[in-house]
C-alpha cells in the first residue's frame, strides 16, 4: 500500500533491522524497543489491523502462530517465554495502521500489563 511505513520497510524501501523473512512474512527490530528482545512481525499483504480481517484476508495467517514461534525460537525465548502484543485501533495504542504483532521478551514481565488502571 502507498504512503505505508511498513510496507515499505516489508519490500526494502526503508531500511530496517531483520530477523526473519519469508514468502508472507518479515520480521524486524522495533525501532524503540521495549525489552531486550522486541521484534515485530508483519504480514508482506497489507491489512490495517485485525479489524478489517475477512474470511478471505485470514487465510493468510494460517501459519502466524508457527511463524512467531520460529522467530521466538531464534531469538532464544523458547525458556523465558515471550509477550505476544497486537494494538488494535488508536485508542488500544496502535500508531502504524498495518497489522503487527509485538514479540517481546528477554526480562520479567509483571501481569496485569497496567497495574495502576486495577
Ligand atoms: P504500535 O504502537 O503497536 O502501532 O507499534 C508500532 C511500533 O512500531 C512501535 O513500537 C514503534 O517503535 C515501531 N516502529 C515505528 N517505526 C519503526 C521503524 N521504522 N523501524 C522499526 N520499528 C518502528
Known sequence: MDDCIFCKIANGEIPSTKVYEDENWFAFRDIEPAAPVHVLLIPKKHVDNILAFDEEYNKNFAD??????KIAEQEGLKESGFRLVMNTGEKAGQSVFHFHAHIIGGKEMGWPPFPEDK
Open 64 to 69: 502466524f502462530f508457527l511463524v512467531v514461534k
